[in-house]
């Protein structure tokens, strides 16, 4: 069976330099906001073009601090995706603010830039951009401050975009996967940059000298020498998903999320009327599926109630029919083979 995605093949992959980076972390004595987290910051902040780059514990506390070091905070409403991972959402909860699900457009997935402003109201104070399975989503129409989440986009925006800040995921099956949980926030905000840099260390500020209200989300030095690895490899890896995923969107009859010149596939994602029986097929050809995601916000327990009177069809209807196909770098020729093959005869009706 061709796995959706196999960690161990990265972790062979990069086995041999991470040994020489833990003996390096261990002989420095170092483990927490150490130099491999300043050299990761550096190297994140030169590679992502901003002036700032703050390693944190998970791509959700890039978006909480974000939101929180921007000012928003109880009874704040922000905007959001319908269509999403929950992570994006529960930010925002964190943050002590109300996420209001926006619906997306069919093609995308991705919410188009002339449909945020539709949900707003007096208390909106935010939006949360998506880029989607690794599309870059259109910028914003709105005068909101506008926060990225980018945490499936590694290497697919360009910088520029007028956002207030960029939040990145470094869950170990990301284009830039780490060895644990892990995030980062980029921004060419000074105050920002600062204030989420006291915010991950329970808000100090000098020795001992709390100026805010703040837990701890902090970057390990294991962690930050692992990505360290990962970053100088992501251009390359890129290329390969995107020229994996050429081979898939070359088939006649299936239907994807629309292409995009900057897009990191992240997910090959395609769309299925009939998703059970589709996934069965592909497995019965040999080929492993997965589902992100089956349900919109508008459908979680958790967040349906922020969703009002909004319906979201398009988000729903995405959450119904989606269906992801493997599409990671350490595939074999012959494995993307066997996949193309079986989306061949999923598409013929074979």
Same mark, same amino acid.
């Given at each position: 069976?061709?796995?959706?995605?196999?960690?161990?093949?990265?972790?062979?992959?990069?086995?041999?330099?991470?040994?020489?980076?833990?003996?390096?972390?261990?002989?420095?004595? *170092?483990?927490?906001?150490?130099?491999?987290?300043?050299?990761?910051?550096?190297?994140?902040?030169? *590679?992502?073009?901003?002036?700032?780059?703050?390693?944190?514990?998970?791509?959700?506390?890039?978006?909480?601090?974000?939101?929180?070091?921007?000012?928003?905070?109880?009874?704040?409403?922000?905007?959001?995706?319908?269509?999403?991972?929950?992570?994006?959402?529960?930010?925002?909860?964190?943050?002590?603010?109300?996420?209001?699900?926006?619906?997306?457009?069919?093609?995308?997935?991705?919410?188009?830039?002339?449909?945020?402003?539709?949900?707003?109201?007096?208390?909106?104070?935010?939006?949360?951009?998506?880029?989607?399975?690794?599309?870059?989503?259109?910028?914003?129409?709105?005068?909101?401050?506008?926060?990225?989440?980018?945490?499936?986009?590694?290497?697919?925006?360009?910088?520029?975009?007028?956002?207030?800040?960029?939040?990145?995921?470094?869950?170990?099956?990301?284009?830039?996967?780490?060895?644990?949980?892990?995030?980062?926030?980029?921004?060419?905000?000074?105050?920002?940059?600062? %204030?989420?840099?006291?915010?991950?260390?329970?808000?100090?500020?000098?020795?001992?000298?709390?100026?805010?209200?703040?837990?701890?989300?902090?970057?390990?030095?294991?962690?930050?020498? *692992?990505?360290?690895?990962?970053?100088?490899?992501?251009?390359?890896?890129?290329?390969?998903?995107?020229?994996?995923?050429?081979?898939? %969107?070359?088939?006649?009859?299936?239907?994807?999320?629309?292409?995009?010149?900057?897009?990191?596939?992240?997910?090959?994602?395609?769309?299925?009327?009939?998703?059970? %029986?589709?996934?069965?097929?592909?497995?019965?050809?040999?080929?492993? /599926?997965?589902?992100?995601?089956?349900?919109?916000? /508008?459908?979680?327990?958790?967040? %349906?109630?922020?969703?009002?009177?909004?319906?979201?069809?398009?988000?729903?209807?995405?959450?119904?029919?989606?269906?992801?196909?493997?599409?990671?770098?350490?595939?074999?020729?012959?494995?993307?083979?066997?996949?193309?093959?079986?989306?061949?005869?999923?598409?013929?009706?074979?």
């Amino acid at each position: 069976m061709v796995p959706v995605v196999d960690l161990s093949r990265r972790a062979g992959r990069l086995a041999a330099d991470y040994r020489l980076a833990v003996d390096r972390v261990l002989a420095s004595g *170092w483990f927490l906001l150490g130099p491999e987290l300043e050299a990761f910051e550096a190297e994140l902040a030169e *590679w992502s073009g901003h002036r700032h780059a703050v390693g944190l514990s998970s791509g959700a506390a890039a978006l909480q601090l974000a939101l929180t070091a921007a000012g928003i905070g109880p009874g704040d409403e922000v905007l959001v995706p319908a269509f999403t991972a929950a992570p994006t959402a529960s930010a925002v909860c964190a943050a002590g603010a109300v996420p209001i699900p926006v619906d997306v457009d069919p093609e995308t997935a991705l919410v188009p830039a002339g449909g945020w402003d539709a949900a707003r109201t007096e208390r909106t104070r935010a939006a949360i951009v998506v880029h989607l399975y690794g599309r870059p989503a259109e910028a914003p129409h709105t005068d909101l401050p506008v926060i990225e989440d980018a945490a499936q986009a590694h290497g697919a925006l360009l910088p520029g975009s007028g956002s207030a800040a960029t939040a990145y995921s470094f869950y170990p099956t990301k284009n830039l996967g780490g060895i644990g949980d892990g995030g980062a926030l980029v921004t060419d905000d000074d105050e920002l940059a600062a %204030r989420v840099r006291r915010l991950r260390v329970h808000g100090v500020e000098g020795q001992y000298v709390h100026v805010d209200r703040s837990q701890s989300f902090r970057m390990s030095e294991l962690e930050a020498a *692992w990505l360290r690895i990962g970053l100088a490899g992501l251009g390359d890896d890129n290329a390969r998903r995107r020229a994996i995923a050429a081979r898939y %969107r070359s088939i006649d009859g299936v239907t994807w999320q629309t292409d995009h010149a900057r897009h990191v596939h992240h997910l090959a994602v395609l769309r299925a009327a009939d998703r059970e %029986r589709a996934r069965e097929r592909l497995a019965g050809d040999g080929v492993a /599926t997965a589902v992100h995601y089956p349900r919109s916000l /508008t459908q979680q327990p958790a967040y %349906r109630a922020f969703a009002g009177c909004r319906p979201c069809p398009q988000s729903e209807a995405w959450a119904a029919t989606c269906v992801t196909v493997p599409c990671f770098p350490d595939l074999t020729d012959d494995e993307v083979d066997l996949v193309v093959a079986a989306l061949t005869r999923l598409a013929d009706g074979g």
